[in-house]
């Protein structure tokens, strides 16, 4: 076989891109809809999250502008990583209705096959919206210079907290190897953290802030990458490394879960029915 | 009515084989109470109250109306599960009244969700979370019927929004921004009393307050007894609105369904 250069791949991307385009276009005034509904749905905690500032202006010194860009690292982390691993969320199904095991007839990477041929346009641009709107209201206002190596920082931040996303929904889909379902599991853990996530972790206990830090890490998703810039007074209680760590947390974490993953390839069985 | 019953029964024993749902449904609600009063904790930080609202008050608005959001939660796609599938010919041949059956349906889940998933949370909540008791007993009996009274609005609309199925061939994304309305303008997330003074007039003019708000401020002893019979006849008012709208739509859904031949 073969081996596909990186020219390859990425104009092969592109093809796939076009298909995953066509087949959303095919429905465009649904799909619309389902973007501006998630907008909408997205939106409820943001207005919240206003309202409630508003009326009290801050909370244990943290403004409104710096809550919102704080919220905006989820949704900007969520919608790269919805575009890029929506058939890593969607994987369950993959293996249950067979597609998966049309990839594993194909002279490709499993996990390239994976990224490429499904995408979720409606939610990478419903949160995705949701978080540009908060981002250029906030960027700017919270006393940020915006030179090379602070926008190279953020670019850095908001991939890595797509990895970190990426690997605990790879940790979840690697169960269904053994056709193990854990997707409701997965969904009540990754959700719930995110919720908590939204406003700064020093606001809850110190269990759930180390739940945050060390088992679902969302606290590299977007406090500490925000906190690099705000150098608010509560994060003077962690360790001062936290900060830069978000693209080395998403890296391990990845690592560790594609080891995980290669093993569950290795003895996946297939379940014999497939839909097509 | 007989037929009622065993419907209602139905989605009742429905519910219980989703074990993982029903546990998810206990969970997510008291991971968004946690979450709620952590941050209202935050807000009140060492103040014991704010604007002449102590924090306890909050605390116990935030518990109940998550509690509410538990057991007022349907299943949003019936209607639109039985249009696409093409079962709703054969349930019309029926004899039945078909509002009457996708009621009953969904009052055998809230009855579920009243045993099985509002009472292990309310136990967590009253230890966790000090929920407070209600200001009097006689305040509680008034909060039973007006929380009635608030489902009947919350579902009369929910039947609005799940009748345009005949019309819109999927209803996911009026169901999610009617959820949005609801949750923001119904006060369900945040009291009404912090919110701008434009937006709570403007609230008044529609049902949502009267879904959460009223029964919550009822429970909490701050409508005064005078008044707590306009609030109610408010709430029934809309009730009767929304039903009217309904049965329009419905009347026209049906007769839709007429010219399509079923």
Not at chain 1, 94 to 122: E, K
Not at chain 2, 217 to 224: E, H, S
């Given at each position: ?22 087949t ?17 749905r ?23 502008q ?7 690292f ?15 969320r ?150 001062s ?36 | ?19 993982m ?105 009253i ?68 919110m701008p ?8 003019l ?57």
């Amino acid at each position: 076989m073969r081996k596909h250069t990186f020219w390859d791949l990425t104009t092969l991307f592109f093809r796939y891109t076009k298909l995953t385009l066509k087949t959303t276009l095919e429905y465009k005034f649904d799909r619309s809809l389902i973007t501006v509904a998630i907008f909408f749905r997205e939106m409820i905690s943001v207005a919240v999250m206003f309202l409630i500032l508003l009326r009290f202006l801050h909370i244990r010194g943290w403004e409104m502008q710096e809550l919102m860009f704080l919220y905006s690292f989820l949704f900007l982390s969520y919608s790269l990583f919805v575009f890029l691993f929506a058939g890593v969320r969607d994987f369950d199904g993959m293996v249950h209705s067979g597609d998966f095991d049309r990839f594993l007839t194909r002279p490709l990477g499993l996990l390239y096959q994976i990224i490429a041929a499904r995408v979720d346009y409606p939610a990478t641009l419903g949160h995705g919206i949701v978080g540009l709107v908060l981002f250029f209201n906030t960027a700017f206002a919270v006393g940020i210079d915006w030179n090379w190596q602070n926008s190279l920082f953020y670019i850095m931040a908001i991939l890595g907290g797509a990895v970190i996303q990426a690997s605990i929904f790879m940790l979840s889909a690697c169960f269904s190897f053994w056709s193990v379902r854990t997707e409701n599991l997965r969904n009540l853990i990754f959700f719930n953290s995110r919720r908590v996530a939204g406003y700064p972790i020093t606001f809850y206990p110190g269990i759930i802030q180390k739940v945050l830090i060390f088992v679902v890490p969302f606290g590299f998703v977007n406090y500490f990458p925000s906190q690099f810039f705000l150098h608010k007074a509560d994060g003077e209680q962690f360790w001062s490394g936290f900060v830069y760590l978000t693209p080395a947390v998403g890296v391990v974490m990845f690592l560790l879960v594609s080891i995980f993953w290669k093993y569950g390839v290795k003895n996946y069985k297939s379940t014999g029915n497939a839909m097509y | 009515m007989r037929v009622y019953l065993e419907f209602a029964k139905k989605s009742f024993q429905n519910n219980i084989v989703y074990r993982m749902d029903y546990f998810a449904g206990v969970i997510n609600a008291l991971v968004m109470i946690f979450v709620n009063i952590s941050i209202w904790k935050a807000i009140y930080e060492e103040e014991e109250s704010l604007e002449g609202v102590q924090f306890k008050i909050v605390a116990t608005y935030i518990v109940l109306s998550f509690l509410m959001q538990v057991v007022y939660t349907m299943d949003e796609y019936f209607i639109e599960g039985k249009v696409r599938s093409g079962l709703i010919s054969s349930d019309l041949m029926k004899p039945i009244n078909f509002r009457l059956y996708v009621f009953s349906y969904n009052v055998g889940t809230t009855i579920f969700r009243l045993l099985m998933q509002l009472m292990p949370a309310l136990l967590v909540s009253i230890f966790l979370f000090k929920l407070l008791p209600p200001f009097s007993t006689e305040m509680f009996i008034f909060f039973m019927v007006s929380s009635v009274l608030g489902y009947l609005v919350l579902y009369n609309l929910n039947f609005i929004v799940w009748a345009s199925s005949f019309w819109f061939y999927w209803t996911f994304s009026l169901v999610t921004i009617k959820d949005a309305a609801v949750m923001i303008f119904s006060g369900a997330l945040i009291p009404l009393w912090f919110m701008p003074q434009w937006l709570i007039d403007f609230i008044k003019l529609t049902p949502f307050d009267s879904i959460f708000y009223t029964p919550i401020r009822i429970y909490l002893g701050q409508i005064p007894q005078e008044e707590i019979w306009t609030s109610m006849l408010r709430q029934v008012v809309w009730v009767v609105l929304l039903f009217g709208i309904g049965q329009l739509m419905w009347k026209a859904a049906a007769k839709k369904m007429v010219v399509q031949g079923g």
